[in-house]
């Protein structure tokens, strides 16, 4: 097969993928540009092509994206009927690292910071709810006025099942008494741009934020706190909120995993790996024999 003819196939795979199973739209994405990584690097979808990629990519490409690519090429052969053509999955030895996470400290001197440096209450609230619920990004972009009023926003997360992100009743209550939510309706979202996009006024009360723009004001303030900016993106509060909620909660992994809607309790667990900073601080605690 030629590389078109490959890359057609792949596309009826995607298809299959809409159709027939639960994965979300950016698991999809990253299925298909894992295959045309390996068609591009190895010529094709074959055993020969996967062995090929599996053992010289990581020149390429990092040894966590070879090891997904892998995993994508044996999916499509099972849908193929090709099982016989699997090949063995790369695993990483490499633990997952927290190092880049803000901490409590740091949090708190970013919202003393923007609040007395001019930002906006909807910059303000954003960080907050980021930390305060541990909500995906994707997540927050969807939370409505009513949703806060209600304290608890339902939603088709993550593998089309049903999320629920529970709001603090503290910040609920805040949020519903503030500018953000006064006169809206219910069904307009929480952080919105403005009600005229420009050129249309909007339905629903409002354009609603992007999660680059989300993004970007993140790393905006951190930098001009001077705070390390690796350490404030959106999904860097997700952790934040499941190390600081293990930490509040007496290691509750049970409770933790429930409020982030993970599926596993072992992707929870894994927030209660210390950093090197943590580990640090608790050898100097301890070591103290010499």
Same mark, same amino acid.
């Given at each position: 097969?030629?590389?078109?003819?490959?890359?057609? #196939?792949?596309?009826?795979? !995607? /298809?299959?993928?809409?159709?027939?199973?639960? +994965? =979300? @739209?950016?698991?999809?994405?990253?299925?298909?540009?894992?295959?045309?990584?390996?068609?591009?690097?190895?010529?094709?979808?074959?055993?020969?092509?996967?062995?090929?990629?599996?053992?010289?990519?990581?020149?390429?490409?990092?040894?966590?994206?070879?090891?997904?690519?892998?995993?994508?090429?044996?999916?499509?052969?099972?849908?193929?009927?090709?099982?016989?053509?699997?090949?063995?999955?790369?695993?990483?030895?490499?633990?997952?690292?927290?190092?880049?996470?803000?901490?409590?400290?740091?949090?708190?001197?970013?919202?003393?910071?923007?609040? #007395?440096?001019?930002?906006? !209450? /909807?910059?303000?609230?954003?960080?907050?709810? +980021? =930390? @305060?619920?541990?909500?995906?990004?994707?997540?927050?972009?969807?939370?409505?006025?009513?949703?806060?009023?209600?304290?608890?926003?339902?939603?088709?997360?993550?593998?089309?099942?049903?999320?629920?992100?529970?709001?603090?009743?503290?910040?609920?209550?805040?949020?519903?008494?503030?500018?953000?939510?006064?006169?809206?309706?219910?069904?307009?979202?929480?952080?919105?741009?403005?009600?005229?996009?420009?050129?249309?006024?909007?339905?629903?009360?409002?354009?609603?934020?992007?999660?680059?723009?989300?993004?970007?004001?993140?790393?905006?303030?951190?930098?001009?706190?001077?705070?390390?900016?690796?350490?404030?993106?959106?999904?860097?509060?997700?952790?934040?909120?499941?190390?600081?909620?293990?930490?509040?909660?007496?290691?509750?992994?049970?409770?933790?995993?429930?409020?982030?809607?993970?599926?596993?309790?072992?992707?929870?667990?894994?927030?209660?790996?210390?950093?090197?900073?943590?580990?640090?601080?608790?050898?100097?605690?301890?070591?103290?024999?010499?």
């Amino acid at each position: 097969m030629t590389n078109e003819e490959w890359l057609a #196939e792949i596309d009826r795979f !995607v /298809r299959h993928l809409k159709r027939n199973t639960p +994965l =979300a @739209a950016n698991s999809i994405v990253a299925y298909r540009n894992h295959l045309r990584r390996i068609v591009s690097f190895a010529g094709g979808l074959t055993k020969n092509c996967a062995v090929k990629f599996s053992q010289g990519a990581e020149k390429q490409w990092a040894i966590k994206t070879v090891s997904g690519a892998v995993d994508c090429y044996n999916k499509y052969v099972e849908w193929a009927r090709r099982p016989k053509d699997k090949v063995r999955h790369i695993t990483l030895s490499v633990p997952p690292s927290f190092e880049h996470v803000p901490s409590r400290g740091d949090v708190e001197r970013l919202v003393a910071y923007m609040r #007395e440096n001019g930002a906006g !209450v /909807r910059e303000v609230t954003l960080v907050r709810f +980021l =930390a @305060a619920t541990g909500a995906r990004i994707s997540e927050v972009l969807r939370v409505t006025v009513g949703d806060v009023r209600r304290g608890v926003s339902e939603q088709i997360g993550k593998g089309r099942k049903l999320r629920r992100v529970l709001i603090p009743k503290s910040l609920a209550s805040e949020i519903a008494a503030g500018p953000l939510a006064e006169n809206a309706g219910d069904r307009w979202p929480l952080f919105r741009r403005h009600a005229f996009d420009g050129r249309r006024f909007a339905r629903r009360g409002g354009v609603g934020i992007t999660a680059r723009w989300a993004c970007n004001t993140l790393h905006d303030w951190a930098g001009r706190a001077g705070l390390d900016s690796q350490a404030f993106h959106p999904h860097a509060f997700r952790h934040f909120f499941a190390k600081e909620a293990l930490k509040s909660s007496g290691n509750d992994v049970s409770l933790v995993c429930d409020l982030l809607g993970h599926a596993d309790l072992k992707t929870t667990s894994k927030y209660l790996k210390l950093t090197q900073a943590e580990q640090r601080q608790g050898l100097d605690r301890i070591a103290n024999w010499f």
